[in-house]
């Protein structure tokens, strides 16, 4: 059971890591898709103004360095309320809270000056306004009402786009080189709009997705807090009776009153053995945690540490392995010389093999300690073995289990 939690915790969290990098590279897609297409609309525009400077014969620089510099003023106003726009929580039907914070109010006003000063540049109402209804898509609005927004505001941009088109566009400048930043001007805020509802789905598929695993996280609790409450009650309702067995015979029968003291004393053991089982298998820390710990542990006592892990170490016993892990890294920190430890675990024909080996280990009179000493009784009653391998400048030590192992073999 133990073994088969801990894959399965391990695979959760390597998930979640997966999912909290996918989630982050989403954000970034959706800013840089929304940021390249508003520089995309800004260059058609500034491509317009030198089309309509050659058609006027004028070929004005200065309004096209005031086109560009409001642009460049206009981008970064919305890239500020984007950044903005990410820590945002959502309520729980999934909507922005309202209004926004003074800052991003702020940027607001500073992107709306740029757009204006965008459109008297261009000499296009539709690009001074198309910019500011570009600031206004990217803002955290609430449930509902983002797209009533934007809609409203596509239906003034094309009305605006016809009124151009017809009574202020110079009819001597081409008109298909207007239509283009026309139609991107009309575009950007529905296209920024869309890129945030996208955004806004993923976060609440996030959302979901933590909201499951902290269910399922109280669900595993709720079944400890089960467990524990039908072990200790069976064991304190026998021990109960037990006692009371004992001071009725302890007048008439003290040997048999001694007897049932006994029993309830070992009743107590066994109580308190069951609790340390439950709390291991629930607690224990998945092998491949537990073996990067160990890695970086040595690495940063200074020592030089080559690990060598299977693929499918997930798999191995890790109540056995755990201890022995612990103690094994103990003992090279203690005894060792520390220049150097190699680390491997491998899964072999029979079952496993962990060794673990350093710079010489110290004087060879130095014993294992009782720690190693139990574990070696474990791993022997499971029908596995340890070698210790001493030399001049190393110290070895081999763990070998069989292929299905555990804590239940173990106390078996």
Known sequence: MTTSGASHGTTGRVGERALARGVTATWWYTVSGIVFFGIVSASQWLIWILVDDDTDGGGSAVRLALAASAAVVELGSVVMLLRA??????????????PAARTELI????????????????????????????????????????????????????ALWIAEARWWVDPAADTAVYVVPALFSILLPLTAASSLWWWDIVRELDRAR??????????ERLRLANDVHDLQGHHLQVIALQLELAQRLMARDPDAAAREIDRACAAVDAARQGTRDLAAAFRGVPLPDELENAADLLRSAGLD??????????????????????????????HGHGLWAHLSLERVAAGWVYRISNDHAGPDDIGWGSGL?????????????VQVRRETEMFELTVSLPAASGLVEARA
């Open 373 to 385: 000493d139990g574990m070696t009784d474990r791993v022997r009653a499971v029908g596995g073995d």
């Open 85 to 98: 726009y990410r820590p945002h929580v959502l309520d729980e039907r999934g909507a922005h809270p309202w």
């Open 305 to 334: 540490v080559r690990a060598q892990i299977g693929a499918d170490m997930a798999d191995a016993p890790a109540d056995l392995l755990g201890p022995i892990v612990r103690e094994s890294v103990t003992n090279v920190l203690k």
């Open 107 to 158: 940027w607001v006003g500073v992107g709306s000056a740029a757009a204006v000063l965008f459109g008297v540049a261009t000499g296009s109402w539709l690009a001074g306004i198309g910019t500011v209804a570009f600031l206004v898509s990217v803002l955290p609005w609430p449930h509902g009402i983002r797209w009533r927004v934007i809609l409203g505001m596509t239906v003034v941009l094309i």
């Open 210 to 219: 933590q909201a499951e695993s902290q269910l399922a996280a109280t669900r």
